[in-house]
């Protein structure tokens, strides 16, 4: 159903959770998802009744799972085509008025958008144990897309099969590369927990140590210098990488790279401004 600009019966202050709107007087669900030709977001209109409108407004929690389940049939639709109305029908009734566990059979048999959901304050292990409507006890309207970003990063590290301790944790945030390993690192203490703060400052010192008096040259002739450059960066980051993991040989791979990179860029910005 394609459906009109509509009267708006329901919304949340987050405009991107889908908006009940009466059109010639039918109650349609308003979603935008997915993206056009020209990557703009389309809109999609699925019919409900006035008993689903009860539930929606009352319950955020199984407004944010009927989104949920339908945002793959969106992706599905693709550019042009069609959303499968029938299937997203379909849905409305098991979501808004299932039993708990009706509800979490039904999302072990279908495909449904996790980040969503913790963007909007789900617990992710509640999540993963399919605990559907638990995992939603805490959810917010508003969305905070870095507890998503921060599910991919671990989820990432997951994959690879590395598993951080507090101490891994505390230092790729100190060094600002916790949810983006590609970005060059930074000092931010504020965004380690001051418990653990001392233990990442003893590490960085440990590391300013290990390459005390090394640097970088500056490239001012370019390709002229350059595997020289290369060559003093692989000292310095080998002679901080060898004194850090003496020192904390429990650390894994990530929370050592990070730092000896964060010796290594500050040498070579030094060099660059000199």
């Not at 059979?105 to 409507?133: C, E, N, T, Y």
């Not at 690192?185 to 300013?208: G, N, Y």
């Not at 002229?224 to 290369?230: A, E, G, I, L, V």
Request: aromatic share 6%; proline share 5%.
């Amino acid at each position: 159903m394609t459906g009109g600009a509509g009267e708006v019966l329901f919304a949340r202050e987050n405009g991107w959770i889908p908006q009940v709107i009466r059109v010639d007087g039918e109650l349609e669900l308003r979603l935008g998802a997915g993206a056009d030709a020209n990557h703009d977001p389309r809109t999609f209109h699925v019919p409900l009744s006035e008993a689903h409108l009860d539930v929606i407004r009352g319950d955020l929690t199984r407004h944010l799972l009927l989104w949920s389940a339908i945002l793959p049939l969106c992706t599905a639709a693709g550019t042009r085509g069609p959303l499968d109305e029938r299937a997203a029908v379909a849905l409305l009734d098991p979501v808004l008025f299932g039993t708990p566990d009706d509800v979490e059979s039904l999302f072990r048999d279908i495909p449904w958008d996790k980040r969503q959901l913790i963007a909007h304050g789900a617990d992710v292990g509640m999540l993963d144990r399919g605990q559907v409507l638990a995992a939603l006890r805490s959810a917010t309207e508003q969305s905070d897309w870095r507890r998503v970003h921060t599910y991919d990063a671990d989820r990432d590290r997951a994959r690879r099969g590395v598993r951080l301790t507090p101490l891994d944790a505390a230092l790729l945030k100190y060094t600002g590369r916790y949810l983006h390993g590609g970005r060059i690192p930074t000092r931010e203490p504020d965004a380690v927990d001051p418990d653990l703060l001392p233990e990442v400052m003893r590490v960085i010192a440990t590391a300013e140590q290990a390459c005390a008096g090394m640097g970088i040259s500056p490239d001012r002739r370019a390709g002229r210098n350059h595997s020289n450059k290369d060559s003093e960066w692989t000292r310095m980051e080998r002679a901080v990488d060898h004194a850090v993991r003496r020192a904390y040989p429990d650390l894994v791979d990530d929370a050592v790279r990070t730092v000896s990179f964060l010796m290594c860029s500050e040498a070579a910005a030094r060099a660059r401004r000199s």
